[in-house]
């Protein structure tokens, strides 16, 4: 955690002194770290978003307006969530001085409507997985990157770390995507009272740091990490090997839909078809079944057909897990108990 927060406070975070900061992160979740262990010692004040406020606008606006937050710290899918509310988006613009992000995709349509709406604000993305204490890498999104076909960066490296990526394949672009495997102080010993599966993916570098499996499919280019997908959500269908987040991806830059989840559904462990989940921008709603043929006919358009999801389902918007992440273990469970 001091190898974490001394790396998170010297970059991201030297002029915040004074300044409240908002944290969204449950204390079961390491993004709180950032709120106490970088933020607090810094000399600002943390207020917390608890439960009920996540899920209630007028709860949540009112105490926007009391503590007007300088610091915002959340999933990427939360702060979607909340800049639904037109009231939260006057609250905060002219306060929020520094947004960051960890724990999930960070889209470029919610970066780039964060940049036009908070002029001034820095907008960090960070990531991580629990297992090396909240995040190994973080960098500023600056309106450069969001040129087309260019992907958001992860970040450069925390001072103390050695990575291996164990080549996957090559992409088009001629990076080599593989498993990422992290060496840190920042990694921990182990799971708590299971041998057997510490084993399985930590272990002890050549120079004898604490080494982990992330089981995350990144590439670096110009010393910046990018995040391709979960090595599980790589997945074989019909034989061909597919990335649910390209899949993902390819769908928001459709420009009629707003937020999107593809989860692979299973029969006896062998994936039979992709279902995508998805919630459209304001004035798109139309009958669902024009607008499936829609949606898999632009697709179609950008990759190949086995790529192209079978079933659409429409929806208000996604569901988040108490961390604020997406959750896609119920959106699969639902579509799993429709299937049978
Ligand atoms: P958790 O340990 O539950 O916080 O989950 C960590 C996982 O979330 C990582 O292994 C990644 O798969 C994902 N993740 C975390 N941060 C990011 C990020 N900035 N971009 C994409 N995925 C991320």
């Known amino acids: 955690m001091v190898n974490f927060s001394t790396w998170f406070s010297k970059y991201f975070s030297p002029y915040m002194i004074n300044k409240a900061t908002i944290n969204q992160a449950p204390y079961s979740f390491d993004l709180s770290v950032i709120g106490l262990y970088v933020c607090l010692p810094l000399g600002n004040y943390l207020v917390n978003i608890d439960k009920e406020m996540s899920s209630n606008f007028t709860l949540l606006d009112e105490y926007i307006e009391k ?13 979607k969530m909340c800049m639904y509310d037109q009231q939260f988006l006057e ?39 629990t297992e090396a204490t909240v995040a190994i890498s973080a960098c500023e999104i600056t309106a450069e990157m969001l040129m087309p076909d260019q992907e958001l960066p992860i970040g450069y490296l925390i001072d103390d770390g050695e990575i291996e990526i164990k080549q996957d394949y090559v992409s088009e672009l001629g990076d080599v995507v593989g498993e990422l495997y992290i060496s840190s102080h920042s990694v921990a010993r182990g799971y708590y009272n299971s041998s057997s599966e510490t084993e399985k993916v930590f272990s002890t570098d050549t120079c004898g740091l604490r080494r982990y499996n992330t089981g995350d499919l990144v590439y670096m280019r110009d010393g910046l990490l990018y995040y391709v997908g979960r ?21 928001q830059k459709l420009d009629y839909i707003s937020s999107n989840c593809v989860v692979p559904v299973k029969e006896n462990n062998k994936v039979i078809f992709l279902c995508a989940f998805v919630v459209l921008c304001d004035g798109q709603k139309e009958n669902d079944l024009k607008m499936s043929i829609r949606i898999k006919h632009d697709l179609a358009h950008k990759l190949p057909a086995y790529m192209v999801p079978k079933k659409i389902i429409f929806m208000d918007e996604l569901p988040l897990n108490i961390n604020g992440k997406i959750d896609r273990k119920m959106l699969l469970e639902g579509i799993n108990s429709d299937h049978k």
Request: with cysteine; proline share 4%.
């Open 231 to 251: 090595k599980d959500f790589q997945i074989k269908l019909n034989g061909y090997r597919i990335e649910v987040n390209d899949i993902e991806a390819n769908l």
């Open 91 to 129: 609250l905060t613009r002219s306060s929020i001085e520094e947004i960051i992000f960890d724990g999930e995709v960070l889209t470029k349509d919610l970066a780039k409507d964060l940049l036009v709406w908070y002029k001034n604000a820095k907008l960090i993305n960070a990531y991580g997985p």
């Open 67 to 79: 503590c007007k937050p300088n610091i915002w710290i959340s999933t990427p899918s939360f702060m």
